[in-house]
């Protein structure tokens, strides 16, 4: 799936495009519209909490960064002189995995209060009163469904496509 973005200059031209695009056989679920808040978005499919954070990439990074610190750890048990080496790989995969849960957790919870950095790009026009349209699409369908909006929308803007679309968003 690829992710197309379009602004939208307001809630009709919105309502219109997701009209064509479901009889383009486009589903609800894979269109998200953004605005700014405080504007009345009636019955457009509203981007959800995991389309406007930032918590996936900062859950990813979480877990990165967390693993190595339980990697780390678990070396730092283990270089101990009362260590049993025996017992070593098990202290090594526990507190990498601890470190990596817990990294991902409180990555997570940073990432639920930080805008998506990948939106950062549409603030302005947000801000404008613009409607952000994030469309997923599959990759054979991105230039047909891109001409289909240019051709029947024109007063809609193609900001391009995001090269790949979470698998759970």
């Not at 056989?25 to 457009?44: D, F, S, Y």
């Not at 054979?140 to 193609?158: D, F, G, M, S, Y």
Request: hydrophobic fraction near 50%; avoid cysteine.
């Amino acid at each position: 799936m690829k992710r197309l973005y379009f602004l939208a200059p307001d809630v009709a031209s919105a309502k219109a495009i997701v009209d064509e695009l479901l009889l383009a056989r486009v589903e609800e679920r894979h269109m998200h519209v953004l605005a700014k808040r405080g504007t009345p978005l009636e019955a457009l499919p509203e981007a959800s909490v995991l389309q406007k954070s930032d918590f996936l990439p900062a859950t990813q990074r979480g877990l990165a960064m967390g693993g190595v610190a339980g990697t780390l750890a678990g070396l730092v048990a283990i270089s101990l002189p009362a260590a049993n080496l025996v017992i070593a790989g098990g202290v090594i995969l526990a507190s990498t995995l601890a470190g990596a849960g817990v990294g991902a957790w409180l990555g997570g919870m940073v990432g639920m209060n930080v805008g998506n950095t990948r939106l950062k790009r549409f603030e302005r026009a947000i801000a404008k009163g613009e409607l952000l349209m994030m469309i997923d699409v599959p990759v054979a369908r991105v230039e047909e469904i891109t001409q289909l909006i240019k051709r029947h929308h024109p007063e809609a803007e193609v900001k391009g496509v995001e090269p790949t679309i979470p698998a759970f968003p």
